[in-house]
């Protein structure tokens, strides 16, 4: 039976919020059952997230998604997450932020954890399996929503699980199991295969491909190259014009050894052509002038100037295929601002302390699982509940500290707008209080940027001292507070471009008003050109 997207079946604003446990549980039917409803479930309603709900089926299975690019995004997440990366792509790429979620094209809105709850259902009844354990809970997919509504929730940097399943190449999470005394016998098969007439493409770094653990017929597996062409068509909208995406291709060495990078490459210039996508080489030009050999972390140009050029987006891969991906797609690690992924175990949110530090140089992408294989955890681990995750919670702590590349599983609007440093919920008031919406503050209280307003008059902002950025490195910001509205030598007026710079911001404003006796300081105004530059 082919998937069936149905129609839209309604956007209401009434979706009562209720534990995501309950969207994973479905009534078992016999196959004599004719009603297909009945074996749907609907996870947008247990969130409580405004979309158009359709339908997404296989088999006698459905579920109930958010069409794509309907999951209503507050304003106000929209507004702060496009000024955030604007802002942060100023600075040379390698300390610049690009919020991320983790395997972001395995969602439930193709299909990804279709069936989730009828295993889960199934689960319940194989209790001897394991009976020590805590969790019965079958989640295959790492996110909720589409490409596009992801991007349209912040996201600037999208990994896609890319291997070749079925001839072509797919989003499909699997790979990643490396077991050499079965890969010896698959290559021992694969030679006696050939030597006969066939060619097997299989081994332990496609285990999970076919057939899927996904929860989805591995023929239902999307193609790599329908993934590239959502996000090229939200890049095509005249609203995103300026925004630059990094693509990160979570793939395995076997493409390599199977001859089919040059069509990676093929499908990956079919979609975004030539002159959009900023290539290793286009390193070398447009990097800081007179800079050769290994590129250091100030060598790399701001993403903002690459946009100027024309550039749009930026492909990395996890393996390096050497010269058959060099002409599009850089390879993860020194290659690219020494990229590398700490655990979330590793970065001490509460403390900001990391081995290396936050916003040295070195690209920092963290990502955090919620799959959850009934008892076993996302790294098939018995009654491990993955935690630490990038929660709410915890991804702002991150956030916080500089940390360049959160990638959090299951992305809301609440958990994107928990990734929010900028504008406070509501910010900017439209046209300001008496027509002066162009000045800015930051607020003593939590950090945020308001406009006047709520209280707080034209007059009372600019009363404020003015913020000045001292010429520092990155990750050791200072301000000074100038009460007379002049900056003094070696510093300039402006606004922080990434949260360390916000959080050195706030405690200035805090210690000034200590200072002062605890007498009333709400924040410091900020330079706002390059708000809307």
Request: proline content about 6%; hydrophobic content about 40%; glycine content about 8%.
């Amino acid at each position: 039976m082919h998937r069936q997207a149905c129609t839209r079946v309604e956007r209401s604003s009434e979706l009562v919020a209720r534990p995501p446990e309950a969207s994973h549980r479905v009534r078992i039917f016999s196959s004599r059952t004719t009603d297909r409803r009945s074996l749907t479930y609907s996870l947008a309603r247990s969130l409580g997230v405004k979309c158009d709900i359709v339908e997404w089926c296989d088999s006698d299975v459905c579920s109930e998604v958010c069409a794509r690019g309907t999951v209503d995004v507050p304003r106000w997440i929209d507004n702060a997450h496009r000024l955030q990366h604007r802002l942060s792509t100023t600075l040379p790429m390698c300390y610049a932020n690009f919020f991320g979620t983790h395997n972001s094209a395995i969602t439930l809105a193709d299909g990804y954890g279709n069936q989730d709850p009828l295993f889960s259902g199934l689960l319940e009844y194989v209790e001897w399996i394991a009976p020590e354990a805590t969790s019965r809970t079958i989640r295959t997919n790492d996110q909720y929503f589409s490409l596009t509504d992801q991007l349209n929730m912040g996201v600037r940097m999208v990994e896609i699980d890319t291997h070749y399943v079925l001839g072509s190449l797919r989003v499909a999470h699997c790979g990643g199991l490396h077991v050499d005394a079965l890969d010896k016998l698959v290559e021992a098969l694969n030679y006696v295969a050939k030597t006969l007439g066939y060619d097997v493409r299989w081994d332990t770094e496609t285990v999970g491909c076919n057939p899927s653990l996904s929860s989805i017929p591995a023929d239902y597996q999307r193609s790599f190259v329908d993934a590239l062409l959502e996000i090229k068509s939200w890049m095509d909208d005249p609203r995103n014009g300026r925004e630059f995406l990094i693509i990160y291709l979570d793939d395995e060495p076997d493409l390599l050894e199977w001859g089919v990078v040059p069509q990676l490459v093929d499908e990956i210039r079919r979609v975004f052509g030539d002159d959009a996508v900023f290539k290793p080489t286009d390193r070398d030009m447009h990097g800081r002038e007179g800079a050769a050999g290994a590129a250091g972390p100030a060598d790399w140009p701001p993403v903002a100037s690459l946009v100027d050029r024309g550039f749009r987006a930026m492909f990395v891969s996890s393996s390096d295929y050497g010269p058959a991906m060099a002409s599009h797609v850089f390879a993860r690690g020194l290659d690219v601002c020494d990229w590398r992924e700490p655990g979330l175990r590793e970065l001490h949110a509460s403390t900001c302390e990391l081995e290396g530090g936050f916003m040295e140089g070195s690209l920092l992408r963290t990502p955090s699982c919620q799959i959850q294989y009934g008892p076993l955890s996302c790294d098939f681990a018995l009654n491990n509940d993955n935690k630490p995750v990038l929660d709410e919670a915890l991804l702002r702590n991150v956030v916080n500290c500089g940390l360049n590349v959160p990638a959090p599983d299951l992305l809301t609007p609440a958990r994107a707008a928990a990734a929010v440093w900028t504008w406070a919920p509501g910010f900017p008031v439209e046209g300001g209080e008496g027509g002066c919406g162009d000045v800015v503050y930051v607020a003593a209280s939590d950090g945020r940027w308001r406009t006047a307003g709520e209280g707080t008059s034209c007059e009372d902002v600019w009363r404020l001292p003015l913020a000045c950025r001292v010429d520092a490195p990155p990750s050791r910001p200072e301000w000074v507070l100038a009460d007379d509205g002049a900056c003094p030598a070696g510093t300039t007026a402006a606004c922080p471009r990434h949260p360390r710079e916000n959080v050195a911001l706030v405690s200035a404003i805090r210690e000034r008003r200590e200072q002062a006796g605890g007498a009333l300081l709400v924040g410091a105004r900020i330079r706002v050109d390059e708000l809307t530059s």
